[in-house]
C-alpha cells in the first residue's frame, strides 16, 4: 500500500523565515495531494488541495510543489509568522481503489518572535 | 464552513468496557471516516463508510471494533471491549465523494482508558 514519509518531524524557524516541510510518497496512482494544518488540541483545517495536474500552488503566505518524477511534495512558507505554530499534515490518494488519504506522521513547526 | 461535530469531547473509561463515539458528519456528505492520533504522532486511518457499508480498514481496525449509521443519525464507532492501547484521540471525518474530495474532520474525541 501507500507510504508516505514527512520530514521534518520537528522544525523551528525565526520569524520571517521560510519554512519548508517535504513528503514523499510511493504509489504512482496517487494523484490528490492535501495539506492540514493543526493547532494544539484543534482539529486538522484544510490549507491547499493539489491535483496530480499541477505542479506549483499559490496559497495565503504559503506554496505547494509537486514533484510527480521524484514522487515528492513541499509545503513552503514563505514568511513564517507565529500564527503559523502548528503541526503540518500531508495527505495522499490515489484515483484508483478506494481512494483513501494517507497521512504523514506529521511536522511540528514552532516559530520564534 | 461545513462542520463536522463529535461527542463527546472526552471519554473515560475503565479497560474493558464498551464506549461508543459519536460523529455528527456534514449534512450532504456521503463517505464517512474514522482516524486514530496517539498523542505527538501521525493521524492513523481506520476504517471509511459508505452506503451503509465498510469500504475498507486498517490493521488498527481491530476486531473489537464496530461502525454504523443507522438511518442517518451519527455515525458510530463502537469499541467493545476497550484496552489499555485504545487510548488515543479518534478523529471523525467526512467527504462529499471519496478521491479527490477533502475530509472535514471533527474535533476529535479524546479516550482515556484506565
Known amino acids: 500500500g501507500e507510504q508516505v514519509e514527512q520530514r521534518p518531524p520537528h522544525l523551528s524557524v525565526r520569524e520571517g523565515d521560510s519554512a519548508v516541510i517535504t513528503c514523499t510518497y510511493t504509489d504512482p496512482n496517487s494523484y490528490y495531494f492535501f495539506w492540514y494544518k493543526q493547532e494544539p488540541g484543534a482539529s486538522l483545517q484544510l490549507l491547499m488541495k493539489v491535483f496530480s495536474s499541477t505542479e506549483i500552488n499559490e496559497g495565503q503566505g504559503f506554496t505547494v510543489l509537486l514533484n510527480k518524477k521524484d514522487k515528492r511534495l513541499s509545503l513552503n512558507l514563505t514568511a513564517a509568522h507565529p500564527g503559523d505554530s502548528a503541526a503540518y499534515f500531508c495527505?495522499?490518494?490515489?484515483?484508483?481503489?478506494?481512494?483513501?488519504?494517507?497521512f504523514g506522521k506529521g511536522t511540528s513547526l514552532t516559530v520564534i518572535p | 464552513g461545513p462542520k463536522v461535530l463529535q461527542i463527546p469531547s472526552h471519554q473515560i473509561i475503565d479497560m474493558g468496557q464498551m464506549v461508543t463515539l459519536n460523529c455528527d458528519p456534514v449534512s450532504n456528505h456521503l463517505y464517512f471516516y474514522w482516524y486514530k492520533q496517539i498523542l505527538g504522532q501521525q493521524m492513523e486511518f481506520l476504517v471509511n463508510f459508505y452506503n451503509g457499508k465498510v469500504m475498507e480498514k486498517s490493521k488498527l481496525f481491530k476486531d473489537q471494533f464496530s461502525v454504523e449509521r443507522p438511518d442517518g443519525s451519527y455515525f458510530t464507532l463502537k469499541i467493545q471491549p476497550t484496552a489499555l492501547e485504545d487510548s488515543a484521540v479518534y478523529f471523525c471525518a467526512s467527504s462529499l465523494l471519496g478521491g479527490s474530495y477533502e475530509q472535514y474532520f471533527g474535533p476529535g474525541t479524546r479516550l482515556t482508558v484506565l
Open positions: 495527505a495522499v490518494s490515489a484515483n484508483t481503489g478506494y481512494q483513501n488519504f494517507y
